[in-house]
């Protein structure tokens, strides 16, 4: 690549940064500031419900494409997603900008990538977890889901597994040629600010536990119902927006839970996340959808004792010396091992530091997603 002529990435799939949602924005946001650094030209395209027109501000010297477009769930998204497209294409067509690239994290409107074909524009797709498979959609929404799968995997000029099951998912698609495998990484947390456990009224490896959407595939119901089965004299603090009166799961989880559950709601502070995960006695980690999943990734860079639901994904992510579960049954006989082994808990802890170290260190998946773009750069 010429050195004169800065190449140039536009990201698009995500809500937006700064970071306020959860693991596409948080990668977004580490890729952007990465490449910015290296000397490239980044826009990421941010969802703006309160806009009523297309505009652009600076953050970080990232350029931010914000599209108009109402919050109101699934629809929405796929406005935006199309907002986006449409925006991108014309925008990099008509400036028939060299050295220029588009990364879509996610498929679920991969059908809109049809328009960077005939445009012969350059798109890599972070093709994320299985989501056709969550038990949340219903017969339409996973018959969309699954179409857009099969579309993104032939619409991509080149795919991007974060874990090797969904690259051999992939393959059921298309050739293993097309398909890099680049896990998710995540920052070393090597000490936290003990202060932020304060306003919990928590104590150091006093509580477990769990980060995650409230979502069936997610396991909290299961999770909630073993910790709540007798007295812990211990803490099990939930992060995630809970609506009971809107969504019967999440009051069906809420209904379950003893007295030593909280439920401390959706919170996005890096400092906070990071200091819950750094002080928790057990990291507790129920997804059984999906690839590597930054939450256990960011548990292992917090050195957390993990317990995890047990599946290929989660295996892989947390290593040997974790302990996992595949019901209530065997989460209750874990929390009941674990909460009083504090041996075992620090050799959990050690084991998590050590697979982080072999696998998602800081900056390795950043690093990777640049070389693959490089080969996708024209001279």
Known sequence: MNQDVSAKLSILGCRGIPSKYGGF?????????????????????????????????????????????????????????????AHVAQTLSKNKEKNSLILTLGYNTAIFCLKYRLKNLINIINMDG???????????????????????????????????????????????????????????????????LDQYNLKPDQYALIIARPEPENNIFEIVSAFSQQQRDLKLVILGNYKPEE??????????????????????????????RFYCKLYIH??????????????????????????????????????????????LKEMELLFNNETEIKLMKEASFQRYQEEFFATRDLSAYEKLFQQFILD
């Open 25 to 85: 924005e948080t990668f977004a946001q580490r890729l952007a500031l990465y490449l910015t650094q290296k000397g490239w030209l980044v826009t990421v395209y941010c969802q703006d419900s309160e806009a009523t027109e297309i505009y652009e501000s600076i953050y970080e010297d990232i350029r931010l494409v914000h599209i108009p477009a109402p919050d109101y769930g699934a629809l929405s998204s796929i406005l935006f997603d199309w907002k986006s497209v």
């Open 286 to 331: 129920g997804h059984s959808v999906g690839g590597t999943n930054p939450s256990l990734v960011e548990a292992l860079a917090c050195q957390s004792a993990v317990l995890a639901h047990d599946n290929v994904f989660n295996q892989w992510v947390a290593g040997d010396q974790a302990h996992y579960f595949k019901d209530e049954a065997e989460c």
């Open 130 to 196: 299985i989501e056709w498979r969550r038990e949340k959609w219903k017969l339409p929404q996973k018959a969309w889901l699954y179409v857009n799968e099969w579309l993104g995997s032939w619409l991509g000029n080149h795919l991007v597994a974060d874990h090797p099951e969904i690259k051999n998912h992939l393959m059921t698609r298309v050739s293993g040629d097309k398909i890099t495998v680049i896990p998710y990484g995540a920052e070393l947390v090597e000490n936290a600010d003990l202060s932020l």
């Open 247 to 276: 969504n019967p799961y999440h009051k069906k989880v809420i209904e379950s839970a003893s007295k030593e559950v909280l439920f401390i709601g959706a919170v996005y502070e890096p400092e906070v996340t990071n200091a819950l």
